[in-house]
């Protein structure tokens, strides 16, 4: 027996691998690993998002080459800031480059939501508005309906893991709280402290929560056929093991 026995998750990580880290394996069942490569982004800023960018196939590329049994591209600007569409367009590029299966994290993400039936939603982003905005124009181009957006305006990178754990908390219910009838809420980056906080959101404003490492831990279980009955993290992990 060896690490990662039942399954390797790949995660093109945009930047340092810590936040991320921990919460994946706060949620992943026994023999279930992460492996990783990082594209270094410490700037949250359009021209660090391009290099990276420039670079995540290769990434993708390196994590099937170690075994990794699905690949995950993380980072959401990197994909939104290329508009509509841009995420079909690497994930069938990574799907021909390593044969197999692939998504993006915003992919994870819009794919829970729907799994969940949330169609109109709120956003609580650490990001700046301007990058939210985009974040918004690109969820909406993909059939939601993004009724709030709340964010915090981080621009460095490592500021977010100086946020103390309860932040997310607090910014999914102001997000919740500003408009009528969110069925759910996205909370995107993985840098950030929000597995912890996704049960007590849906407890107490009845809306769906999904977050990035969350939405990944849930397709990289689904896509290596792992069903195991996953609490604590949300209703979209719950639904692991009802799925087909």
Known sequence: MYYGWRGKIGHVCPAIYDTGAYEFEKILPEGVITVTVTLNVQQLVVSEFERAAAIMIEGAKKLADEDAGVVITGGDPLITMQGVGADKKVIAEIRKLTGKPASTSITT????LRAVGAKRIAIAS???????????KFLEGNGFEVAAVKSLGITKNVDLTRLPFHTSYQLAL???RAAEGIQGIYLPCARWAVVGNLRPIEEDTGACAVSSIQSMA???????GIREKITGYGK????LSLSS
């Open 174 to 176: 102001e997000a919740f």
């Open 218 to 224: 849930w397709f990289g279980l689904k896509s290596l």
């Open 236 to 239: 979209l992990l719950e639904s």
């Open 126 to 136: 650490p990001y700046t508005e301007e990058r939210n905005l985009v974040t918004k």
């Open 109 to 112: 993400a819009m794919d829970g």
